[in-house]
């Protein structure tokens, strides 16, 4: 959700783009080891048998990054294919097996396939992403259906402040982030402000991880807070990510053509999700 941000508002050349990029790969893999934790948990099962579940996963999980950041190119290579029908193939059989491993490994087949789009890179990577992009949206489509199933309108509204107030606590901590990742790559104080109010656009990994408790029947009350979360969030990251900036420098009592040192960089198309798959 936060990659397509800066491209829709026109901001793939400014200084701070690369910045927001890094973070939201940091996230993607320090979600390989939180997923399984988070799945190996709820598992209702007694705490032997929970530590070996939850060992599993993060063995799983630590193997796949290894292979990913050591042997990352010749996976690829192996990958690798000029026919786009051979590489949307391959990319689905590969996901397919070791989804299949991991939910034989007592580990959720969504890990394992997030493991497998952290394990592709370059060429292959981006050529997969335009190629499962189609499928991408219909199966969220089908997933957030699902789970729209399970979570019945009555029970939004009493959960609406709580998720108000959560929504508040982690925009102020993204906007933090943000301006502080930014400073410390030297990025001037607009620059600052815009990485920290495009980070707000988030909250889609809320909805996902509640939907595992919840369509494993574990806690059916994880849905409506997490959907009003998420609806929250969803409204409020496009304002806070075009807002966030100018509201900042009048608060500071600081006006736009005061600030310096905020030279876009040169625009590259098609690389407005590099890091995101």
């Given amino acids: 959700m936060i990659a397509k941000v800066p491209g829709d508002l026109g901001r793939i050349g400014n200084r701070e783009t690369p910045v927001i ?19 190996a948990l709820p598992a209702g099962t007694g705490f032997a ?12 999980a630590g193997l796949v990054l290894l292979l990913a950041v050591r042997h990352g190119r010749h996976i690829s290579r192996f990958v690798s294919t000029d026919d786009p029908e051979n590489l949307l193939l391959v990319v689905l059989g590969l996901t397919l097996v070791v989804a299949g491993v991991a939910q034989q490994l007592q580990v959720s087949a969504a890990v394992g396939a997030f493991l497998v789009g952290i394990a592709l890179s370059r060429e292959v990577a981006e050529g997969a992403h335009h190629l499962l992009a189609p499928l991408r949206d219909l199966f969220a489509a089908v997933f957030f259906v699902f789970f729209g199933l399970h979570t019945g309108p009555a029970s939004i509204p009493p959960v609406l ?3 108000l107030a959560l929504a508040v606590v982690t925009t102020l901590t ?3 982030t943000g301006y502080r990742a930014a400073r410390r790559a030297g990025i001037s104080a607009k620059g600052r402000w815009r990485a920290g109010g495009t980070l707000v656009a988030r909250g889609e990994f809320s909805i996902v991880i509640a939907g595992l408790a ?4 574990i806690d059916s009350g994880l849905g409506p807070p997490a959907t009003a979360y998420v609806l929250i969030l969803v409204v409020l990251g496009p304002l806070t990510a075009r807002c966030t900036e ?4 009048r608060l500071t009592g600081r006006t736009p053509s005061e600030v ?10 098609d690389q407005d999700t590099v890091g995101r798959p």
């Fill in 49 to 60: 048998a929970g530590s070996v579940t939850l060992a599993i996963a993060l063995g799983v």
């Fill in 246 to 249: 100018p509201i900042a420098l």
């Fill in 161 to 163: 402040l709580p998720a």
């Fill in 21 to 39: 990029l890094s973070i939201l790969v940091l996230e993607d893999l320090s979600m390989a080891v939180c997923l399984p934790v988070v799945t």
């Fill in 214 to 217: 919840v369509t494993a029947g």
């Fill in 174 to 176: 993204k906007i933090a």
């Fill in 260 to 269: 310096t040192g905020d030279i876009p960089r040169p625009v590259v198309r």
